[in-house]
């Protein structure tokens, strides 16, 4: 606004309206609206469609709401790792349990996770006959499992070098989680077995070749 | 009147309460899915009204929410408790949003150039709609106004942090924001 004649500009309207006028323009702006109806009618109106959407209520949130956590658990589970410590600190036994019990509670989650792709897989088993040609992505993740698996034997005859020097409750511990870790191996290549060109299968069964990597590198790193 | 506080509003807490949600966010920084689904019961009707106002429709909205909440499990660590949890969530999901909003072709240049050539043309069905519900008039708005629309009036986030999380001038963000009020005022008839 230029002078006392010319209407308010846009930015003032709305700055007004919504109440953040610089507090020295305000005497000028307000001398304005009470001369002019023009202008004093449109800052009403914004004002109007700013209360409105003060109280508005939110968006009512639709049923299926509920229903996405599975969705969202089992992605959360798929692409769960545990990060391995660059340091290798020497664990006490309580911090060493409670990661390796971390890591197990993953692993079930992944057999859980598996089951629900394997009933979702065998569904669509019968629609449609799977070729035998194998993607590449197929391939890769087979691969990657392949050296996780390779990786895991490697350190297993090292934790047999350790194992003598290791307290006894904690090879106990340590031969308990591994059984879980491979209980969810076996039950993974059985889904697999079932439906081999399921990449989400082979994806978790690499997965799980990690975990149990990552439980005997810290067993490695602890003892 | 008054901006709102960025996020949704909060159910005021006793401090017990403030104790046992720092305990559930705990336990969910630690890996508990359990207390990570406690805090999904929580704050996913507020993700999904964020959402919902921002891509306008219930099918893109609930896709967001799981995109943000896998997001805020990956993140989670990150969340230091400087501001509560539903702030910090609230941030992360406009993020999402955003990122999505630009990965998306339909969008990606309403919400760089601010194309508002559908403003307040509908059809009368729509425009009979719209009158009734402010969030139906919404969806009407174009996608990079619908944005600064929500994030400022709604939400209550400043011009320079709206021109910071969507890459634009402030200027721009302000005319924008002029438009969407215009166009709103024409569909909701006032």
Redesign the interface.
């Known amino acids: 606004m230029t002078n006392a004649q010319s209407h308010l500009t846009e930015e003032e309207r709305h700055a007004h309206a919504e109440g953040s006028l610089p507090a020295e323009q305000l005497p000028v702006i307000e001398t304005h609206l009470l001369g002019c109806a023009e202008c004093a009618d449109d800052v009403a109106r914004i004002r109007t469609l700013m209360t409105r959407i003060h109280d508005a209520p939110a968006p009512a949130a639709p049923p299926p709401l509920d229903e996405l956590w599975p969705m969202i658990r089992t992605r959360i589970e798929a692409s769960k790792v545990v990060p391995l410590s660059p340091n290798a600190i020497r664990l006490d036994g309580r911090r060493r349990a409670r990661r390796i019990g971390s890591s197990i509670m993953m692993t079930a989650a992944v057999v859980i996770a598996a089951v629900v792709l394997g009933v979702r897989a065998r569904s669509h088993r019968a629609a449609s006959d799977a070729p035998n040609t194998e993607p590449t992505s197929l391939i890769a993740v087979a691969d990657s499992a392949h050296a996780f698996e390779e990786q895991a034997q490697t350190l297993l005859n090292q934790l047999e070098l350790q194992r003598s020097m290791l307290r006894p409750e904690a090879v106990v511990a340590i031969d308990h989680d591994l059984r879980v870790v491979d209980s969810a191996i076996a039950e993974l290549k059985e889904a697999i077995a079932h439906d081999p060109n399921n990449p989400a299968l082979r994806r978790l069964l690499a997965s799980s070749y990690r975990q149990k990597v990552d439980v005997l590198k810290r067993v490695g790193n602890a003892g | ?4 506080v960025h996020g ?1 509003t909060e159910v005021v807490a006793t401090v017990s309460d403030v104790n046992s949600v720092d305990d559930v966010v705990r336990r969910a920084q ?2 508990d ?1 359990e207390a ?2 406690s805090l ?2 929580t704050h ?3 993700m ?2 964020l959402c ?2 921002m891509v306008g429709t ?1 099918g893109e ?2 896709d967001l ?2 995109d943000i ?2 997001r805020a ?2 993140r989670l660590t990150t969340f230091r408790g400087q501001s509560s949890l539903a702030t910090w969530l609230h941030r992360l999901g406009v993020n999402v949003v955003l990122e999505q909003l630009r990965s998306s072709k339909r969008d990606a240049s309403r919400l760089i150039e601010g194309d508002d050539s559908n403003f307040g043309t509908r059809s009368p069905a729509g425009q009979i709609e719209a009158r009734i519900d ?2 139906a008039a919404l969806v009407q708005l174009s996608g990079g106004a619908r944005t600064v629309f929500v994030l400022h ?2 939400e209550g986030y400043s011009h320079d942090e709206i021109a910071q999380m969507i890459g634009i001038a402030p200027g721009t963000a ?1 005319a924008q ?2 438009r969407a ?1 215009r166009a ?2 024409r569909l ?1 008839d ?1």
């Open positions: 009147m008054s901006a709102r949704p630690n890996g899915v990570f689904e999904y019961r996913s009707a507020a999904f009204a919902r106002r219930d909205a609930l929410v799981q909440f896998v499990w990956e402010l969030n009036d709604i302000r924001l002029w009020r709103l005022m909701l006032l």
